[in-house]
């Protein structure tokens, strides 16, 4: 079991292990995963591996890839699908895949509470049926502080029957990456996280991108990175926000810019330019609690000559019901916290604790989730498997309703989240979504339960001390 092994915060080495009944769960979450009449299965070879990575012309580092590109390649389906990702491991250590934003099975989620981590050499197979139309994304669950840095991510876009039409429609997967003067990518342990030094756009340093003069483009954009807050700026000028993490909003949003914290996506409708524009793509400073002083450039828009558009934007994107109508009571407070660890660095805590096993919920009971951040810093707060509503920010409602995984809870501040666990019953987690402060310790484990079976919450720590 050795292998499996990582160091939490300093204090002891723990293993995160599955229950019993893992190959069980699996069996019947692989079995019952078929399309829908008219659905395809879509099916897609993916191999972690080191790979020389080209991020800019003449310039390579050693990454860790999906069939040795970075960001891994994008899977597209349509809801109904099934998708079949078969994942075999040739880095040298063991891994998994993580399907962030979609609802799945339990066994299909990709941590180690749910599946014996993928070993060098071996083979799984993630078989999943699409419910939801969203701009998801995938990455390594395991040692995610070296995986997910060093490459191993990419976008999983699912189509809907009504999508709004543009001009065109790209995938931006944003990110981040340390690379010294020789190509090494560096690993800093740091735990409050660090930025990398060059700024990715799907793998390239600040690239070009070219858009037609007058057309109107589809953008998805993913914040892939590790630690870095991005505050979208499409050269300062104003666009409409088509839809978030879960899918798309009731009616297009304009905005200025938007925050994207880590692990949080946003669809966007972008333009139209006038020819001959030059338009930078900008992270706006935003202070997470360590700072940012100035606007960074991610990638420079250069618009071509005029071409026709027959972008339509509907003025109604669907209907979201709400969970809650007016005041609600918190079911469940999760505290962000940090303090002084014992080896000098920070320890990240939910409820006072490392890793903590949280209270089980029950399926089909309503949560209402109170998420406090009492720390100096900011923190994106993900649940797996399941989609949010915010429900208010520091006392106040949103100005829209969405369907969220993800949501900025910025240092002091307090955000309440109504979700309602459906049949998925399972070992599930929430977590920052800071990698390093998730592997310090900024994350818990839950089940959701079939009302009956409601057990008390597990006196065992899922974490075995060896
Ligand atoms: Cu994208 Cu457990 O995370
Ligand atoms: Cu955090």
Redesign the pocket.
């Known amino acids: 079991m050795a292998h499996t092994a990582h160091a939490h915060a300093g204090h002891h080495v723990m293993v995160h292990a599955p229950p019993a009944d893992v190959g069980e769960a699996y069996r019947q979450a692989y079995k019952q995963a078929e399309p829908d009449p008219g659905g395809a299965v879509v099916s897609v070879e993916l191999e972690a591996r080191e790979a020389d990575w080209q991020f800019m012309p003449g310039r390579t580092a050693r990454a860790w890839t999906f069939n040795g590109q970075v960001p891994g390649p994008v899977i597209e389906a349509r809801v109904g699908d099934v998708l079949e990702v078969r994942l075999t491991n040739r880095l040298s250590e063991p891994t998994t895949l993580?399907w962030?934003?979609v609802r799945l099975p339990a066994a299909m989620?990709?941590?180690d509470m749910v599946q014996h981590p993928v070993e060098p050499g071996a083979t799984f197979v993630y078989r999943i049926k699409l419910l939801d139309a969203g701009t998801f994304?995938y990455?390594s669950?395991s040692n995610?502080t070296v995986q997910?840095k060093r490459g191993m991510y990419g976008a999983l876009i699912v189509r809907g029957e009504n999508e709004p039409v543009l001009d065109r429609e790209r995938v931006l997967v944003v990110s981040d990456a340390p690379v010294g003067p020789t190509g090494e990518l560096w690993s800093s342990s740091a735990r409050e996280g660090r930025d990398g030094n060059l700024r990715l756009v799907n793998g390239a340093a600040e690239p070009e991108l070219m858009i037609r003069g007058g057309q109107v483009e589809r953008w998805r954009v993913i914040n892939a990175s590790s630690a870095r807050y991005v505050k979208l700026s499409i050269g300062r000028r104003p666009f409409l926000v088509l839809g978030t993490g879960g899918g798309l909003l009731e009616a297009p949003v304009r905005l200025g810019d938007a925050l994207l914290p880590p692990?949080d996506r946003i669809d966007i409708a972008v333009g139209p330019f006038e020819p001959g524009d030059t338009v930078a793509l900008l992270s706006e400073p935003y202070d997470r609690g360590f700072g940012s002083a100035e606007a960074e450039r991610f990638a420079t828009l250069r618009v071509g000559p005029r071409a026709d558009s027959r972008a339509v934007i509907a003025e109604r994107l669907r209907i979201i019901a709400p969970l809650v109508d007016g005041p609600v009571t918190a079911s469940r407070e999760v505290r962000l916290g940090e303090r002084a660890g014992a080896d000098g660095e920070v320890d990240y805590l939910i409820n006072e604790t490392q890793h903590l096993r949280a209270e089980d919920v029950v399926v089909g009971e309503v949560q209402i989730w109170d998420i406090v951040n009492t720390s100096t810093v900011d923190h994106p707060f993900?649940l797996?498997g399941f989609f949010f509503q915010v429900v208010e920010r520091d006392g106040t409602a949103p100005a829209f309703r969405s369907w969220e995984?993800?949501v900025n809870v910025p240092a002091g501040g307090r955000v309440c989240i109504a979700w309602v666990p459906d049949d998925r019953p399972g070992e599930w987690?929430?977590?920052c979504?800071i990698l390093e402060h998730?592997a310090a310790g900024m994350?818990a484990h839950f089940r959701v339960v079939r009302a009956g079976s409601h057990r008390e919450p597990s006196q065992v720590s899922p974490h075995v001390q060896v």
Do not use: K, L
């Open positions: 993580h962030h934003g989620d990709g941590t994304w990455h669950h995610e997910v692990g993900h797996h995984d993800t987690m929430y977590h979504h998730h994350m």
